[in-house]
Nanobody
Framework: QVELVESGGGLVQPGGSLRLSCAASGSLYGVYVMGWYRQAPGNQRESVALIRSFDTPTYADSVKGRFFISRDNAKNTVYLEMNSLSPGDTAVYYC?????????WGQGTQVTVSS
C-alpha cells in the first residue's frame, strides 16, 4: 500500500506563486514516477507535470515555463513550484505515484487563483 500526503494549496492572487508538496510512504520500490494532475470543475483530470527518479520532467503545454517539478528521492517527496498563476490554473491538484503499472493518488489540494 502507498500513501500520499499533499500540502501547500490555497488562495492566491493572479500573478502569484504557490508551492505544493507531496510525501509518499508505504511499499515503495524500484523506479517510480511521481507528479501532479489537476481537475477543474466540469473538466476531466489532466496531467500537469511528471518526473521519474532521474529523468527530465514532462509538463503540460499550458504550464511550461511557469510550473517546475522537483523531487527529493531521499524523502520520497515531490514538489510543484507554480508561478505566474492565472484564474485558469484554479483546480484541485492531485499528487500521483505510478509504480508497477498502478496509479496511487493523494487526496487532492485546492488551488484557487482569484483577486
Amino acid at each position: 500500500q502507498v500513501e500520499l500526503v499533499e500540502s501547500g494549496g490555497g488562495l492566491v492572487q493572479p500573478g502569484g506563486s504557490l508551492r505544493l508538496s507531496c510525501a509518499a510512504s508505504g511499499s515503495l520500490y524500484g523506479v517510480y514516477v511521481m507528479g501532479w494532475y489537476r481537475q477543474a470543475p466540469g473538466n476531466q483530470r489532466e496531467s500537469v507535470a511528471l518526473i521519474r527518479s532521474f529523468d527530465t520532467p514532462t509538463y503540460a503545454d499550458s504550464v511550461k515555463g511557469r510550473f517546475f517539478i522537483s523531487r527529493d528521492n531521499a524523502k520520497n517527496t515531490v514538489y510543484l513550484e507554480m508561478n505566474s498563476l492565472s484564474p485558469g490554473d484554479t483546480a484541485v491538484y492531485y499528487c500521483v505515484l505510478i509504480q508497477g503499472g498502478r496509479n496511487y493518488w493523494g487526496q487532492g489540494t485546492q488551488v484557487t487563483v482569484s483577486s
